[in-house]
């Protein structure tokens, strides 16, 4: 039995504690908006947030993330998480959208961190989040749009 918590609620699990948390989220919880991609934690798109960090949860065994506070896209909230998708949806962000989760989820860590982050800032936070469709200006413009809009 593993307990996790996801987006504020408690889950006690019956899994192999070795289970990747991306299948423990997607396939024990339904909670589909956390994708998977390549299976290797390069691609970014099973990213999740652990205690506010991005964490890659297709490699993260259940056991370890066990007392960690959980947030996939379902659960994200709050002033920055609003501020990311006012801009995500302004400026046309997504195209296919299968790496929006991961893409958001990473931008509103950043901001979080960094209310004002320089184009390096942001390329080095969100370098790890594939985009197939190669939408990275789009990306790199809606995360500033965000921090005018927490700004003002």
Known sequence: MVTLTINGTRHALDVDPD????WAVRDVLGLTGTK???GVALCGACTVLM???PARSCQTPVQFAEGAEITTIEGLDGPVAEAVRDAWVGLDVPQCGYCQSGQV????ALLTDTPKPTDADIDAALSGNICRCATYHRIRAAVHQAADQLEA
């Open 105 to 108: 989820l990473a931008a509103t």
């Open 19 to 22: 289970m990747p948390l991306l």
């Open 36 to 38: 998977f991609g390549c």
């Open 51 to 53: 205690d506010g960090f």
